[in-house]
């Protein structure tokens, strides 16, 4: 956020205050104070505000770094000048936009854009662009690309072009300082950390970022959305026809089956049946009643007489529920 008093006196500054309001009635809190030779940053702005403009040209510009959307508001320089009542003030608004996403994930073959923007209140014209790249923690730095604005074209070291050569584009707007790159037919090994270096003048502006690289065929998802019934070929439906015909021929025979079956078993029920009957006749013997029948001795001569003449008899049994008892 630049805060530059242009004179043509030579004057000194002695000191600079950067505040900050979030609204209309909100109390303003020091972002940074500059005061014989020394910046000091306040409260939870500490470690994120720097001086970077050039005092002894009456510049008294600020850098704001890692901005998080409660600074979003109204940011005030004021500038004292030795020797002088006024004190000169510059109102700055900052609008906090969503942040970009700092991680990316592509598939082998795809392109990807990886933005890189220097925002300022001031008109600092970047003097290089540099992107490098790196696929570990302890991995060796290489170089995407070199840009010096002053040539006109992207200038690559010849050691480095074998890795990136052909697929890297500078499409940023180099007048707003934007050096974003396209990266072009990733391939697997691309994956990494990508550093953009924007300098301007003896102010450098950083931004990294993770590309991850995944393979193609895991990017096919089926939804119960998006699914569709397939059309079957002509070997399924084959197939099914010779199904259906063989169950058709088949069942008859499955009939006679069962029929069978159950017929065996209404005989083998039967057999069994008997057989426990006559277990059970044999456990409780029948008592039967017999009646006496007394008969004489006959004669020689009346069995002479008689031969013609034969007795039969027929014994019947009698049940003991038919005997009356007296």
Aim: aromatic share 8%.
């Amino acid at each position: 956020m630049g805060c530059v008093f242009q004179s043509t006196e030579v004057k000194r500054v002695t000191k600079v205050d950067w505040t900050f309001s979030s609204g209309e009635h909100a109390k303003d809190d020091y972002v940074l104070y500059y005061y014989a030779n020394l910046s000091v940053p306040v409260g939870r702005f500490k470690n994120r505000a720097y001086l970077v403009g050039d005092i002894l040209r009456n510049d008294g510009s600020l850098l704001l770094q890692n901005v998080e959307e409660t600074d979003q508001g109204s940011f005030t320089c004021e500038i004292r000048l030795e020797m002088e009542s006024v004190v000169l003030k510059k109102a700055v608004v900052l609008h906090v936009l969503p942040e970009e996403p700092k991680e990316f994930t592509v598939y082998v073959g795809d392109s990807t854009y990886m933005g890189c923007v220097f925002q300022s209140t001031e008109e600092k014209h970047m003097t290089k662009v540099d992107w490098t790249f790196s696929s570990g923690e302890h991995a060796k730095e290489e170089i995407v690309l070199h840009y010096y604005p002053k040539l006109g074209v992207p200038v690559g070291y010849l050691q480095n072009w074998g890795r990136f050569q052909n697929r890297v584009t500078l499409v940023g707007d180099l007048a707003r300082n934007d050096g974003s790159i396209m990266l072009n037919g990733v391939k697997e090994f691309d994956g990494g950390s990508y550093t953009c270096s924007i300098h301007l003048g003896n102010l450098t502006f950083k931004k990294t970022i993770v590309l991850h690289v995944i393979q193609k065929e895991s990017q096919t998802l089926v939804t119960p959305a998006t699914h569709r019934p397939e059309i079957l070929g002509g070997n399924q439906l084959v197939i099914i026809v010779g199904i259906v015909c063989a169950t058709i021929l088949l069942l008859p025979v499955l009939v006679l089956i069962v029929k069978r079956t159950n017929r065996n078993k209404s005989s083998v029920t039967s057999t069994a049946l008997v057989k426990s009957l006559e277990d059970t006749k044999k456990a409780h013997p029948e008592k039967h009643v017999y009646s006496s029948i007394t008969t004489r001795e006959v004669t020689e001569e009346e069995k002479s007489s008689e031969k013609s003449e034969a007795t039969y008899m027929t014994m019947h049994p009698v049940w003991p529920s038919q005997v009356n008892t007296k």
